[in-house]
């Protein structure tokens, strides 16, 4: 029989478990959100001169220096593939800049290309009730996709608009300087780690990511999970795995045991 809190992270991914009453009813209790991590003082401004934002828009390698505004600047002003002539915006990115974890995605879909933030619509919903299944608040984690801008018919990635947006999301990260990364999906956990194993061999483990190896977990992308809900119990089993390994880098200790 699963205990309350197992009981209360099914519920939030939406797979149905019979239990007793009284059971059912503890488990509604048990919610416990990550505290975040303590704010960061802000930084005083200085004389020096403004970042070149249009050139870090256009010239890869030039955004590796930018914090968060002229970062966010130069993704919007971007022209550095094909897909900014066919977005509505970029998709920075959403979330607390000080977020202890992060969920790298695939790329924005057409809903994400209107609002201006990634996973909304039914996959956002879901991945929502992901996070709430594994203790976590939408807030208090930090949301961004490989790429910044919506390919066409929500085609697949190609590798040259992978890569140039590929430092745009890895000065995300060192900004963000995440405790744990989480991918989710197939694409974007290939191309964050520049592989091509597949998935089922992704996940389960603690991959490395960088020079700083910083710790990545792979599971499911929401919009898979619509489509196929028996796969649900992987991903909530891949949610469990990150929590222990989350809990262990928290005490200071290897991802992995």
Not at 94 to 116: C, H, L, N, T
Not at 223 to 244: H, N, T, V
Request: aromatic share 6%; with cysteine.
């Amino acid at each position: 029989m699963p205990d309350p809190r197992s009981l209360a992270y099914l519920d939030a991914m939406g797979i149905d478990v019979y239990v007793r009453r009284g059971l059912a009813r503890a488990a509604a209790l048990v919610a416990e959100p990550v505290a975040p991590r303590a704010p960061v003082a802000p930084i005083e401004p200085s004389d020096a001169p403004a970042a070149p934002v249009v050139i870090a828009g256009q010239v890869p390698g030039a955004e590796s220096v930018l914090e968060w505004e002229p970062l966010r600047a130069a993704v919007a002003a971007c022209t550095r593939c094909e897909l900014h002539a066919t977005r509505t915006q970029a998709v920075f990115g959403v979330g607390s800049r000080q977020a202890r974890w992060m969920f790298i995605g695939e790329a924005p879909g057409a809903d994400e290309d209107k609002q201006g933030e990634p996973f909304v619509g039914r996959a956002g919903q879901l991945l929502t009730s992901m996070l709430k299944a594994a203790g976590l608040r939408r807030e208090d984690v930090y949301i961004a996709n490989i790429l910044k801008c919506r390919p066409p018919g929500n085609r697949d990635p190609k590798p040259a608009e992978a890569a140039s947006c590929r430092g745009y999301l890895e000065r995300q990260i060192e900004l963000v300087d995440p405790t744990l990364i989480v991918a989710v999906g197939r694409i974007a956990a290939q191309n964050l780690l520049q592989t091509d194993t597949p998935l089922a061999r992704l996940r389960g483990r603690v991959h490395e990511l960088g020079p700083r190896a910083r710790p990545v977990i792979v599971t499911y992308h929401p919009a898979y999970l619509l489509r196929s809900p028996g796969e649900k119990r992987k991903a909530w089993q891949d949610l469990l795995f990150a929590r222990q390994a989350f809990a262990r880098l928290a005490r200071g200790e290897r991802a992995a045991p």
